[in-house]
């Protein structure tokens, strides 16, 4: 079932995985309904791009859901928004969440345009989560924090917290966190999740992340696998057998993600 990211919420906490291409999303869907998680489908405007377009990808996700027979609760979203016209052709395309990544905007800015975002989601009932401070840069004061979620009313807040995208060098402000924790009463994000021991995933759930974000640890994953197959195999040329070959590294991945989410 397609729905917004309060619906999952509601439920618990949850794993955005990154998707790129038809095979990913389908494996996760597999993975994740076979072991019962709930999951929010993250897509980048590049993703989008790289796949034909918001439509394409919307359409996508609803064929595997009734193809595959997805049982559990699934949330369509829109990754780093960069402006309110991606997030509104996502939401008309029927995304049913999106991120308006105003980071490097004036506060006031990303405040005021976080709102147009928020009003014409609400229309449609999509979740909007904003972010705050700079992920991979400027971490925010606790004061611009509830300024943000306090002016904009996001459904859900990435706030810088020191991880990064990708692989690199990262320095937790886990104060910050506890702060943040203490004083925010919508779910928190944490943008940056790969590359983090499932122990510090775990520290981080434990300490209020609602929603983790992952997506370079499955294309690290998805790679590797597909490296290693094309070395010892290099007469094969069908596309579905090469490709094909990355579903037991991204499952595997996927499964080891969502255990920390384990009894929490
Ligand atoms: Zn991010």
Redesign the pocket.
């Known amino acids: 079932m397609l729905v917004n990211a309060n619906e999952i919420l509601r439920d618990g906490k949850v794993i955005q995985f990154n998707i790129n291409n038809l095979e990913w999303t389908k494996w996760i869907l597999e993975e994740c309904n076979r072991l019962h998680n709930n999951v929010i489908l993250?897509v980048?405007s590049n993703a989008i791009k790289y796949m034909g377009g918001p439509n394409v990808v919307a359409l996508m996700v609803k064929g595997l859901l009734m193809d595959l027979d997805i049982r559990i609760k699934v949330c369509l979203h829109l990754?780093?928004g960069k402006d309110i016209n991606i997030c509104k052709e996502c939401i008309d395309a029927g995304f049913t969440s999106v991120?308006f990544?105003g980071s490097l905007m004036e506060l006031n800015d990303n405040i005021s345009i976080t709102k147009e975002v928020k009003e014409y989601a609400s229309l449609f009932n999509v979740t909007v989560e904003g972010?705050v401070g700079v992920?991979g840069g400027e971490l925010p004061s606790i004061s611009l924090v509830k300024r943000y979620v306090d002016e904009t009313s996001v459904d859900m807040v990435?706030v810088a917290l020191g991880t990064v995208?990708g692989y690199g060098h990262m320095d937790i402000d886990w104060s910050l966190l506890d702060e943040v924790q203490k004083e925010i009463d919508v779910p928190l994000?944490l943008?940056?999740g790969s590359g983090i021991s499932n122990d510090v995933l775990r520290l981080f759930v434990d300490k209020g992340i609602a929603k983790i974000?992952i997506?370079t640890d499955l294309q690290s994953a998805f790679s590797k696998a597909i490296r290693n197959f094309l070395e010892t195999n290099s007469d094969v040329y069908d596309p579905r057998k090469i490709i094909g070959f990355g579903e037991k590294a991204l499952k595997k991945e996927v499964s080891s993600k969502l255990s920390v989410l384990d009894g929490r």
């Open positions: 993250g980048s990754d780093h991120m990544d972010e992920i990435a995208h994000v943008h940056g974000n997506n």
